[in-house]
Nanobody
Framework: QVQLVESGGGLAQAGGSLRLACVVS????????AAWFRQALGKEREFVAV???????DYADSVKGRFTISRDNAKNTVYLQMNSLKPEDTAVYYC???????????????????WGQGTQVTVSS
């Protein structure tokens, strides 16, 4: 049973920083892409960033230059460092793991089979 558990959410002021972590259990995710999505109240879940098994990364335009995704395969953990936070970054953040080994996952939700329960990030102005 694959489980993803996010942590690190909370309240931050605009311009501040937060670091999210997602621990993956039940699978060695070395050869899988992992991503972060977010969902603001009343909106669709949207792609934030992905780190592929090769280490290659992609970001949504809205977070490029501010957020950094990384992975520590030894710890089965994926991180999202969020800097220069804005009120519009307020959302529940979800981590996800790709549907199959070596799959070149991207921004599409159906690229991912496994999801965490989410962690709330609130940015005050």
């Amino acid at each position: 049973q694959v489980q993803l558990v996010e942590s690190g959410g909370g309240l931050a002021q605009a311009g501040g920083s937060l670091r999210l972590a997602c621990v993956v259990s039940g699978r060695t995710f070395t050869s899988y892409a992992a991503a972060w999505f977010r969902q603001a109240l009343g909106k669709e879940r949207e792609f934030v960033a992905v780190v592929r098994w090769t280490g290659a990364t992609d970001y949504a335009d809205s977070v490029k230059g501010r957020f950094t995704i990384s992975r520590d395969n030894a710890k089965n953990t994926v991180y999202l460092q969020m800097n220069s936070l804005k009120p519009e970054d307020t959302a529940v953040y979800y981590c996800a793991v790709a549907r199959s080994i070596y799959y070149s996952a991207g921004a599409a939700r159906n690229d991912y089979n496994y999801w965490g329960q989410g962690t709330q990030v609130t940015v005050s102005s």
